[in-house]
């Protein structure tokens, strides 16, 4: 079996001080995908780095105490990509990629279009030259599982006010379009969807700090872990984790019936 937990952190810092390292060999993960880092390289401790029985890569952003990814895994991997190739994406520290033989891992931590309109054109620009990549990624001939924060919504049943909420970033018709796009036209699989299809109040992996929205479970599903067909029709279970919180975020862990 091969488990893969994704998680956004809110800053790997803060999310450590919560009991994120106490918790995490408790979950025997293989691989462990993070979004938000929120800290540069020489932030990180040797625990942060190298928790037990695992190793870290990294992608930082240039930016002090903003985004960033990285991965954990108890396998070495066979090759590390770090980053698009694409300057002003790669400067926010946002696409980490381990392949590991026939399968390829990545940390994905897609733009936030919700503070400003200069945002939301940041994000859809990201979007615009990131779907070539998720092509290029279904047809290489590997199996890939690309785990993060796509910051958005797909459907009505993947956040709880839908119908306030379809002119806020996050649940534009554009943003989820697009999603749409990777899973008909480029044939990806929405791993938590192939097995929970109709769940609603379950799925929800992040909830604004205002309000009681985490009290009152008024979430958002907007961490996924997205797959080439082969790989996603081995999936045996999914959950989302919300007996502590290390993040405004909850992670995600998906159980496949994968060899690495």
Request: net charge negative; charged share 25%.
């Amino acid at each position: 079996m091969l488990r893969i937990i994704s998680l956004n952190l809110n800053g790997i810092r803060s999310a450590v001080s919560k009991g994120y390292l106490d918790w995490l060999p408790r979950q025997q993960a293989d691989i462990v995908c993070m979004q938000e880092l929120k800290a540069q390289a020489g932030d990180l401790n040797p625990e942060m780095r190298s928790p037990e029985g695992m190793k870290g890569w990294f992608h930082h952003a240039e930016k002090k105490g903003y985004s960033g990814v990285g991965i954990y895994s108890r396998i070495e991997p066979d090759r590390v990509v770090e980053g698009l190739g694409i300057a002003d994406i790669d400067a926010e520290g946002r696409f980490l990629q381990l392949d590991f033989g026939k399968l390829s891992v990545v940390s994905l931590y897609l733009p936030s279009g919700s503070s400003s309109e200069e945002r939301l054109q940041i994000k859809f620009s990201f979007m615009d030259r990131f779907l070539p990549r998720m092509a290029a990624l279904a047809a290489s001939g590997q199996e890939v599982v690309v785990c993060g924060d796509w910051n958005i919504a797909h459907r009505e049943i993947d956040l709880k006010n839908w119908k306030s909420n379809q002119k806020n970033s996050g649940f534009l018709p554009e943003e989820r379009a697009w999603l749409s796009r990777l899973f008909d036209e480029q044939g990806w699989i929405d791993v938590y969807r192939r097995l929970h299809p109709e769940a609603t109040d379950a799925c929800y992996t992040w909830w604004s700090n205002r309000g009681q929205a985490w009290a009152k479970n008024v979430g958002w599903r907007l961490d996924y872990q997205i797959a080439t067909p082969a790989i996603a029709g081995t999936a045996l279970a999914t959950a989302v984790y919300k007996e502590q919180r290390f993040s405004d975020h909850a992670p995600l862990t998906v159980d496949y019936d994968w060899a690495l």
